[in-house]
């Protein structure tokens, strides 16, 4: 038992014993205090008694146990009436909504209208995803304190405003929608950035707005577009831990359940005949998960889904990955005409593209000051190893 087993527990269960104290407390604050003190306690006693067989169940009790004593020692003698009748009845609190579970709950709380996007982002990757107040603000580019006042202000918002914590009703979700979406997809990327267990937790809850929602083509395709990217995981490194890039990748390696899976739910978009934007990129994942071979890939179709992807949802990311399909169908100078106008500096993709482009344009010294910014910009370690190793490659020559 090491520090390392308490932190994957951490990973796993974080999310699910925050949204399931805040349902017993209603309060946030006091809710993360408690099961962040459950797993320092943890982190004390389980190297000398082990881990319980039930760890989830463990960290909530003894989250539970420590809120309860902070009530006691808080409540005045008036309110210990009412805090001893909530602690005598709240020991299977009554679930609520259509759909049973805590951690459904917890987002569409998270993602209400009141808040702003951003702050819907930030507290969600906070409570469901356990992330630090340093690690989201990593994620924006802001200071860790401009981050924490963010949180601070989102979860008075919530507080002071009596925003419920529930799946909002029938009526009321199409509104909720595109900001739950948004949301997971954004838990789903910061696993694809690096904390993994992550992506596992919005395929999760990608699968419960499936089933609560069926008839939203929306929802479909965006778990589509999670499992379908997600089944390239195990190709995705090599055993040295560099990134492989997708054309580079072993397919064989790939998910082929998962493959199938996000490929059904693809034809069913089909189906139903109103695509936006999450179907459309699950549209193009299913195009590279068709091609046998890298050098099989229907680049003409992903183009044409790229053209439709921009018209409905346009944004400088979506011009570059555009930009890119261009230099498979047109070649890397027009791709290149395009990525020049993009206004994307800070992000490193466009610097290891615009490489990528110089390099095969056979402009080497210009390539290596591209894959200099990019390393200067990038942070995951593994598209580190690959961008050093591109950049050697070039020098070398």
Known sequence: MTATDVEAVFRAEYGRAVAVLVRFLGDIDLAEEAVQDAFATALRRWPETGVPPSPAGWIITTARNRAVDRLRREATRTERHAQAAL?????????????????????????????????????????LGGLSTAQIARAFLVPEPTMAQRLVRAK????????????????????????????????????????????????????????????????????????????????????????????????GRWDRELTAEGQSLVRRCLRLGRPGPYQIQAAIQAVHSDAPTSQATDWYQIRQLYDHLLAVAPSPVVALNRAVAVAEVDGPAPALDLVDAL??????????????????????????REYDWALALAENPAERAYLERRRRELVRR
């Open 156 to 251: 008075a918002k919530i507080r002071n405003a009596g925003i419920p914590y529930r799946v909002p009703r029938d009526a009321d979700l199409p509104d909720r929608l595109a900001g739950v979406l948004a949301v997971v997809y954004l838990v789903f990327n910061q696993g694809y950035e690096g904390e993994a267990g992550l992506c596992a937790e919005a395929v999760r809850l990608g699968r419960l707005l499936a089933e609560l929602m069926p008839d939203e083509p929306e929802v479909t395709g965006l778990l589509a577009l999670m499992l379908l990217v997600e089944s390239r995981r195990p190709a995705r490194q090599d055993d040295a831990g560099e990134l492989v890039p997708l054309p580079e990748q072993d397919r």
């Open 343 to 368: 206004d994307l500096d800070g992000y490193h993709v466009l610097h290891a593209v615009r490489a990528d482009l110089l390099r095969r344009l056979g402009r080497p010294t210009e390539a290596v």
């Open 87 to 127: 602690l005598h009845t709240a020991d299977a609190p009554p679930e609520e909504g259509p759909v049973r579970d805590d951690r459904l709950r917890l987002i569409f709380t998270c993602c209400h209208p009141a808040l702003a996007v951003q702050a819907q982002v930030a507290l969600t990757l906070r409570l």
